[in-house]
């Protein structure tokens, strides 16, 4: 348990779907992180909300759409994907965005797109 | 952010010490030297971090070369919880915001 959770843990969907990551710190961070990682790729920072702005969004497709409305929650919503976007994507969360931050991640939620 | 080399693997007999190597020899004087690992089916988590001396947790031990162009990591008794792919990231501490990047490290595999 890392006080970061993350639902919901499998999603499978149609590239015409909807849908969205939840994700939730109970640690009193102030900075939230989303990351994927593919098969055999190392993981890829996606987006950074520090005091729920977003201050790093590294050329992400707008079929991503992050939102933070608080310190402890992160959504990523998700329309028309592809299926070269299923992967397993992780929350994570820190004190600040410094470089001595220890985040902590969740156990991510594994998508497929059909 | 400055690049990393790793292994892409290694293996070690349960109970005996493992010493994981990282590269960095473009390491600038800001830059810090962080170690997460992923266990299977979970994220990654933070093993230790540090700039210049050799730091201890009750993780692991950091150990930096004197020229910080390389680093080892070193499990002092390997356990089959250990075995996970283990991330060696720099941090410049020069600039306020410095997410963290991560490598394909090196998956450690743990024999009884």
């Known amino acids: 348990e890392t006080g970061v959770t993350q639902t919901p843990r499998h999603l499978v969907m149609g590239m015409t779907n909807k849908k969205s990551l939840k994700c939730e710190q109970h640690?009193?961070?102030?900075?939230m992180y989303w990351y994927k990682q593919s098969a055999k790729k190392p993981l890829e920072l996606m987006f950074v909300?520090?005091?729920?702005?977003?201050?790093e969004n590294n050329s992400v497709p707008s079929r991503f759409s992050p939102e933070c409305p608080n310190s402890s929650h992160l959504f990523l919503h998700l329309h028309t994907l592809q299926p070269e976007d299923s992967a397993l994507y992780l929350c994570?969360?820190?004190?600040?965005?410094?470089?001595?931050?220890?985040?902590?991640f969740g156990e991510g939620s594994r998508l497929t797109v059909l | 952010d400055a690049k990393t080399t790793q292994p892409n693997s290694m293996e070690s007999n349960e109970e005996e010490p493992v010493h994981l190597p990282c590269n960095h020899s473009?390491?600038?004087?800001?830059?810090?030297i962080h170690w997460y690992r992923q266990l299977p089916s979970q994220g990654p988590e933070y093993v230790i971090h540090?700039?210049?001396s050799n730091v201890n947790n009750r993780m692991a031990s950091l150990a930096i070369a004197e020229d910080r162009k390389s680093s080892t990591l070193i499990l002092h008794r390997a356990t089959l919880r250990d075995a996970a792919v283990y991330y060696c990231?720099?941090?410049?501490?020069?600039?306020?915001?410095?997410?963290?990047?991560f490598g394909k490290g090196t998956r450690l595999s743990v024999i009884a």
């Open positions: 994570a969360s820190s004190q600040g965005v410094q470089n001595t931050g220890e985040l902590f």
């Open positions: 640690l009193g961070h102030n900075a």
């Open positions: 909300y520090s005091l729920e702005e977003r201050v």
């Open positions: 473009t390491i600038s004087g800001t830059d810090y």
């Open positions: 540090g700039l210049t």
């Open positions: 990231i720099l941090r410049d501490s020069g600039s306020g915001n410095t997410p963290l990047v």
